[in-house]
């Protein structure tokens, strides 16, 4: 069992910056893959990032890769993702997301956090 916490959502401009934290409880957080997804409104929910419990491997999808970097410090049970160049389109609700594999945590996550708002104004 783990319980997710995203903290990092707010208003930017377009072609800002935002890093947004995942702080997981538990003591198994580096056997979990971890992952970001987004939905904004009237869309469904997307995958966006993806990384696994050592950090060597990292998935994204096409549309914020080179903008976009998933990261995790297991000592301190956190994940992160780094986005720049933010754009409108980027305007979401994020939330964190763990499994015990990738193809899990990038398809059908065992565990979500709560979600963070995300606003980029134009």
């Known amino acids: 069992q783990v319980q997710l916490v995203e903290s990092g959502g707010r208003l930017v401009q377009a072609g800002g910056s935002l890093r947004l934290s995942c702080a997981a409880s538990g003591r198994t957080f580096s056997s979990y893959a971890m992952g970001w997804f987004r939905q904004a409104p009237g869309k469904e929910r997307e995958f966006v990032a993806a990384?696994?419990?050592?950090?060597?491997?990292?998935w994204y999808r096409d549309s914020v890769k080179g903008r976009f970097t998933i990261s995790r410090d297991n000592a301190k049970n956190t994940a992160f993702l780094q986005m720049n160049s933010l754009k409108p389109e980027d305007t979401a609700v994020y939330y964190c997301?763990?499994?015990?594999?990738?193809?899990?945590?990038?398809?059908?996550?065992?565990?979500w956090g709560q979600g963070t708002q995300v606003t980029v104004s134009s």
């Open positions: 990384i696994n419990w050592s950090g060597g491997s990292t």
């Open positions: 997301a763990a499994d015990s594999t990738t193809v899990g945590v990038s398809t059908r996550p065992s565990y």
